[in-house]
Nanobody, 120 residues
Framework: QVQLVESGGGLVQPGGSLALSCVAS????????MGWYRQVTGKQREVVAS???????HQADFAKGRFTISRDNARNTVGLQMNNLKPEDTAVYYC??????????????WGQGTLVTVGS
């Protein structure tokens, strides 16, 4: 069983910074991708950034220049450094992974979500 646990959400003023972290637990893990999604109330969940196997990064346009994703394969962690935050970044941020368990198809795992609120 694979679990993703996020940390680091909270309240931040516009223009401020926040760092999210996610750690994956489980045995014999191999991740084809690890990254972050977010969901604004009333809207669909959308990708923020993801690091693919091999190191390629996919990043949403709104994240470019402001958010930095990092992945530590040895520790099974993925982080998201968010700078110059805007009120429209307010959302629940979810850690996401595509897991290769070694046998059978790949499968997705989601964290429980962490709320990021940008406001004064």
């Amino acid at each position: 069983q694979v679990q993703l646990v996020e940390s680091g959400g909270g309240l931040v003023q516009p223009g401020g910074s926040l760092a999210l972290s996610c750690v994956a637990s489980g045995s014999k893990l191999s991740f084809k991708a690890m990254g972050w999604y977010r969901q604004v109330t009333g809207k669909q969940r959308e990708v923020v950034a993801s690091v693919l196997d091999g190191g390629n990064i996919h990043q949403a346009d709104f994240a470019k220049g402001r958010f930095t994703i990092s992945r530590d394969n040895a520790r099974n962690t993925v982080g998201l450094q968010m700078n110059n935050l805007k009120p429209e970044d307010t959302a629940v941020y979810y850690c996401h992974a595509i897991v290769d368990a070694g046998s059978g198809p790949y499968f997705e795992v989601w964290g429980q979500g962490t709320l990021v609120t940008v406001g004064s």
